[in-house]
């Protein structure tokens, strides 16, 4: 059974900075795709960014620049490194992980596991 745990939200003021973690169980980070989901009250859950099984990243406009994602295949755990928040990054960010190998940068549907989520606000 795959479980993904999300940790490491929590309320920032704009400019500050956040890491995400999600451990994996059943699940090995470097078999496929991973990434970093967002979504707001009454909306869909957008990209923020995903990594393939050969760490080659992938940003939505709004994080590139800003954030890092990465993985640490010895601890099976994948981050999000999230630098100089604004306002706008606020929501409830989910880590996903699907057997692909590629084209890993895609929308919500082309992902099977999923964490529980962990809310991040950031004050302007």
């Known amino acids: 059974q795959v479980k993904l745990v999300e940790s490491g939200g929590g309320s920032v003021q704009a400019e500050g900075s956040l890491t995400l973690s999600c451990v994996a169980s059943g699940y090995s980070v470097d078999s496929g795709c991973m990434a970093w989901f967002v979504q707001v009250p009454g909306k869909g859950r957008d990209t923020v960014a995903s990594?393939?099984?050969?760490?080659?990243?992938q940003y939505s406009d709004a994080a590139k620049d800003r954030f890092n994602i990465s993985r640490d295949d010895a601890k099976n755990t994948l981050y999000l490194q999230m630098n100089s928040l604004e306002p706008g990054d606020t929501g409830t960010y989910y880590c996903?992980?699907?057997?692909?190998?590629?084209?890993?940068?895609?929308?919500?549907?082309?992902?099977?596991?999923w964490g529980q989520g962990t809310q991040v606000t950031v004050a302007s």
């Open positions: 996903a992980a699907n057997r692909y190998t590629y084209s890993c940068y895609r929308g919500p549907s082309a992902y099977t596991f």
């Open positions: 990594i393939n099984k050969w760490h080659t990243p």
